[in-house]
């Protein structure tokens, strides 16, 4: 079973930046594809950013150029660098981690997710 547990979620102004981190049970990191999905107020869930085992990065064009997903293997934890924040940006932002590339990013259907962080930016 892995857990997962976000923080650094609040609320920023438009342009801003935030920092999440998800920390993953002992041994996820680097062994697991691993995501960021996020939730507007009466929106579907929507993938973010992943990372998959040998480092490939992938993004949703609406935040290329903005957002940066990066691990720590050694800490076992997962991070969301987000800057030039927009007000659209706004949600519950959750970490996701599965065995399959195809289904956590593709079909958004991660194995393992975690509670998740609120992000709010304002205009």
């Known amino acids: 079973q892995v857990q997962l547990v976000e923080s650094g979620g609040g609320s920023v102004q438009a342009g801003g930046s935030l920092r999440l981190s998800c920390t993953a049970s002992?041994?996820?990191?680097?062994?697991?594809?691993m995501g960021w999905f996020r939730q507007a107020p009466g929106k579907e869930r929507e993938r973010v950013a992943a990372i998959a085992v040998d480092g490939t990065t992938l993004y949703t064009d609406s935040v290329k150029g903005r957002f940066t997903i990066s691990q720590d293997n050694a800490k076992n934890t997962l991070y969301l660098q987000m800057s030039s924040l927009k007000p659209e940006d706004t949600g519950m932002y959750s970490c996701?981690?599965?065995?399959?590339?195809?289904?956590?990013?593709?079909?958004?259907?991660?194995?393992?997710w975690g509670q998740g962080t609120q992000v709010t930016v304002s205009s």
């Open positions: 002992a041994g996820t990191a680097g062994n697991y594809q």
């Open positions: 996701a981690a599965g065995q399959s590339l195809y289904s956590l990013w593709t079909l958004s259907h991660p194995r393992y």
